[in-house]
């Protein structure tokens, strides 16, 4: 199988509140089983409305989730994924999507 081993990261500084100190960009501590970015929502302006919280909420977890991510990797998936000893559950990218149309190609002659 394929290991992949992420190592040599950057350190970035940010405010806690009271002092200025290092951290790395990914976020290791939060989720035993999942690696995230760190991410401000405040920072960042996203505000969740009353409708379609659920849709926002993923939608910004399959970009700061490596495990979210994965799970919508291949259009096809075939191979099994594991993210810190945990079995990602792999989705069909076509049931992921918000707006689905077909377009039937007809070759001109």
Same mark, same amino acid.
């Given at each position: 199988g394929?290991h ?8 970035? !500084?940010?405010?806690?509140?009271t002092?200025?100190?290092?951290r ?7 989720? !035993? ?7 401000n929502? !405040? ?9 379609n ?8 977890l399959?970009?700061? !989730? ?5 799970e ?11 993210l810190?000893?945990?079995?990602v ?7 992921s ?11 001109q002659?």
């Amino acid at each position: 199988g394929t290991h992949i081993v992420i190592f040599n990261l950057p350190e970035q !500084s940010f405010f806690d509140g009271t002092t200025t100190r290092p951290r790395i960009e990914f976020d290791f501590a939060a989720d !035993s089983h999942d690696i995230k970015l760190w991410i401000n929502r !405040s920072d960042n302006n996203i505000s969740f409305g009353k409708t379609n919280n659920s849709r926002i909420e993923n939608d910004l977890l399959i970009h700061t !989730s490596l495990r979210k991510y994965c799970e919508i990797l291949y259009l096809k998936p075939r191979m099994i994924i594991v993210l810190r000893g945990q079995k990602v559950k792999t989705k069909l990218v076509a049931k992921s999507l918000a707006h689905l149309r077909l377009v039937e190609y007809k070759p001109q002659e």
